[in-house]
C-alpha cells in the first residue's frame, strides 16, 4: 500500500500520461480517417513505406510508358495509312503497265507514261510524309520506353524501320528510272548459241539463266532421260517444258541451223550449263538472229569501299549517267539493280554474265561507255571503257519497257508487303505492352494500397475508441487532482 502523500501526485501523473498518449492515438487516428492512408509520415511504418514508395515509382513509370506506348501506336497508325495508300498506288502503276505491255494496245503509250511518272511522284511525296524515305523521321529504329523492369533492353519496344529495305519512295522500292512508254529500244530475237549439238543433251543437267527484271538466277533442271543421242527434237522439247515449268516463259530452246542448242528471248540474258556450255547473247548468222545486238561484256567488278566511279552511257535513245558508290556498287546485284533502274529508259538491260560473276551489257542499238570520274582505274567497269558493235538492228515499238516495269514493280510490292509486315507487328508488339503495363499497375496499385491505404471502417472504430479513452482520461485525472484534498481531514 502506498503513503498519502502532497507533494507528489502519481495517480494524477499516470492519468496526464495516458491522456496525452491517448490524444496522440485520436490524432493519429483523424489523420488516418482524413487522408486515407495508414502510413502518413515515415514513423508511422518506415519499412512498408519504403516498399510502398518503390510500387508508387513503378506505377508512375508505367504509367508514363502507356502513354509512350500509345504515341507510338499512334506513329505506326500514320505510317501504315500511308503504306496502304502507296500500295493502292502500285495496283494502279501495274495496271498502267500492263496495259502498256499488251501487243495489242494501239493507244499511246506515252499518255500511259506521264500517268505512271506521276504517280511515281506521288510515292515519293507519301513516303516523304510518313518518314520512309531515304533520311526520313521514321526510317529508323523506333525504341518506345515502357518500363517495368530495371533490364533497359526488356523495358522498352524495339520496332525496326531503319535502312533502305524499309525505305518505301519509288527509289527505295527500285522504280525509280522505270517507263512504260516506247522510247527504249527493245531487244528481239536476242539469242544465245551453245557450243553443244542439241541432240547431246541426253542426260540431266541444271541450266543457270540470268535474266533482266529477275533479281537473281533461276535454274531450270533439264532431265534427258528417254532422249536418244541425236534426237534434237525431243530434247528441245524436254528443254521448253522444263524452262516454262521454272517460269522463264519468255525464253524459248529451238535447233539453230548447226544443230546446236540455242535460246531466244526479247530481253537480255545470258545462261550457263553444268556441262560446260555456256555464252552470252551473241548474234550469230548460223543462229539466224535477224535483229542484232550489241553488247558491252564487263569483267567481274571490284566493289566500290570508298570514294564514287561515274560513267555515262550515251545511244541514240539518250544518255545516262551513272554514279556507283559504296551502296550502288557494293556488289554484282547492287550494280545490276542500280545500272537497270538507269539504264532501261534507254533500252540498255544489264544482266550478269554465264558465270555469274561479271556483267553484260545489252542492247539493240549502238552505246558508248565513258568513264567520267576515276577513269582507267574504275572499280565497276575496269580500264576497258566503249562499245562492241556485232551487227545491226532494226528498233522496235512494242511494250518491252513496261514488261520490265512490271517486273520491278512486282518486286516493289513484295517489298512495300514486308515493311508493312514489320509495322503491324510493330503495332501488336505495342498493344501487347500496353496490356502488360497496365496491368502490372493494377497490381502495383493493389500491392501500395495493402501497404499504405488506411482501414477505414477499422480506423473510425478507433476514432470511437480514442473519444472515449480521451473521456476517461479526463475524469479519471480530476479524480486524481483531488485526491490530497483526503489529507486536510487529517489536519482538523
Known amino acids: 500500500m502506498s503513503s498519502l502523500t502532497i507533494q507528489t501526485n502519481i495517480a494524477s501523473l499516470i492519468a496526464q500520461n495516458n491522456l496525452r498518449m491517448n490524444n496522440l492515438f485520436q490524432q493519429q487516428t483523424i489523420t488516418r480517417l482524413t487522408s486515407g492512408y495508414r502510413i502518413n509520415m515515415s514513423g508511422d511504418d518506415a519499412a512498408g513505406l519504403s516498399v510502398a514508395n518503390l510500387y508508387r515509382s513503378s506505377i508512375s513509370e508505367l504509367?508514363?510508358?502507356?502513354r509512350n506506348a500509345n504515341d507510338g501506336v499512334s506513329t505506326l497508325q500514320i505510317v501504315d495509312g500511308g503504306l496502304n495508300n502507296i500500295s493502292t498506288i502500285l495496283d494502279r502503276l501495274k495496271t498502267l503497265a500492263t496495259q502498256s505491255a499488251s501487243g495489242t494496245?494501239?493507244?499511246?503509250?506515252?499518255?500511259?507514261?506521264?500517268e505512271y511518272q506521276t504517280l511515281l511522284g506521288e510515292i515519293t511525296r507519301q513516303a516523304s510524309n510518313i518518314g520512309l524515305n531515304a533520311g526520313g523521321v521514321n526510317n529508323t529504329t523506333l525504341n518506345v520506353y515502357i518500363g517495368g523492369?530495371?533490364?533497359l533492353t526488356n523495358a522498352?519496344?524495339?520496332?525496326d524501320l531503319s535502312g533502305t529495305a524499309n525505305q518505301v519512295d519509288a527509289a527505295g522500292l527500285k522504280l525509280t528510272g522505270t517507263n512504260i512508254a516506247a522510247s527504249g529500244t527493245e531487244l528481239t530475237g536476242n539469242s544465245i548459241l551453245l557450243n553443244n549439238a542439241a541432240g547431246n543433251f541426253t542426260g540431266s543437267q541444271t541450266f543457270t539463266f540470268y535474266v533482266q527484271g529477275q533479281s537473281s538466277a533461276v535454274s531450270v533442271a533439264y532431265d534427258g532421260t528417254g532422249v536418244a543421242t541425236g534426237d534434237g527434237t525431243a530434247a528441245i522439247s524436254k528443254m521448253n517444258a522444263a524452262l516454262q515449268g521454272a517460269g522463264l516463259?519468255?525464253?524459248?530452246?529451238s535447233i539453230a541451223a548447226d544443230g546446236k542448242l540455242q535460246f531466244a528471248s526479247g530481253q537480255a540474258f545470258a545462261v550457263s550449263v553444268g556441262a560446260g556450255?555456256?555464252?552470252i547473247a551473241t548474234p550469230s548468222a548460223t543462229a539466224n538472229n535477224n535483229a542484232g545486238l550489241y553488247a558491252f561484256v564487263g569483267a567481274a567488278p571490284t566493289p566500290v569501299t570508298a570514294g564514287a566511279e561515274t560513267d555515262t552511257i550515251s545511244n541514240g535513245q539518250g544518255t545516262v549517267n551513272l554514279s556507283f558508290d559504296t551502296t550502288t556498287g557494293a556488289n554484282l546485284t547492287s550494280i545490276l539493280s542500280y545500272m537497270n533502274s538507269q539504264l532501261n529508259t534507254i533500252g540498255i538491260y544489264a544482266t550478269a554474265d554465264s558465270a555469274g560473276t561479271g556483267f553484260t551489257l545489252q542492247s539493240a542499238s549502238n552505246f558508248t561507255i565513258n568513264e567520267t570520274a576515276n577513269a582507267g582505274t574504275g572499280q565497276v567497269f575496269g580500264a576497258s571503257t566503249g562499245a562492241v558493235a556485232l551487227t545491226n538492228t532494226t528498233p522496235t515499238t512494242s511494250g518491252a519497257a513496261a514488261e520490265s516495269a512490271i517486273?520491278?514493280?512486282?518486286?516493289a510490292v513484295s517489298q512495300l508487303g514486308l515493311v508493312q509486315g514489320r509495322v503491324g507487328t510493330g503495332e501488336n508488339d505495342l498493344s501487347y505492352a500496353i496490356n502488360l503495363a497496365n496491368s502490372q499497375i493494377s497490381s502495383f496499385s493493389a500491392a501500395q494500397s495493402?501497404?499504405?491505404?488506411?482501414?477505414?471502417?477499422?480506423?473510425?472504430?478507433?476514432?470511437?475508441k480514442a473519444q472515449v479513452l480521451q473521456q476517461a482520461s479526463l475524469a479519471a485525472m480530476a479524480q486524481a487532482n483531488s485526491a490530497p484534498q483526503a489529507v486536510l481531514a487529517l489536519l482538523k
Open 277 to 279: 556450255a555456256n555464252g
Open 156 to 159: 522498352q519496344v524495339t520496332v
Open 450 to 464: 495493402r501497404i499504405r491505404d488506411a482501414d477505414m471502417a477499422s480506423e473510425a472504430a478507433n476514432l470511437t
Open 407 to 411: 517486273t520491278a514493280i512486282t518486286a
Open 149 to 151: 523492369t530495371t533490364n
Open 249 to 253: 516463259t519468255g525464253i524459248t530452246a
Open 105 to 114: 494496245f494501239t493507244g499511246d503509250r506515252n499518255t500511259l507514261n506521264n
Open 63 to 66: 504509367t508514363q510508358g502507356v
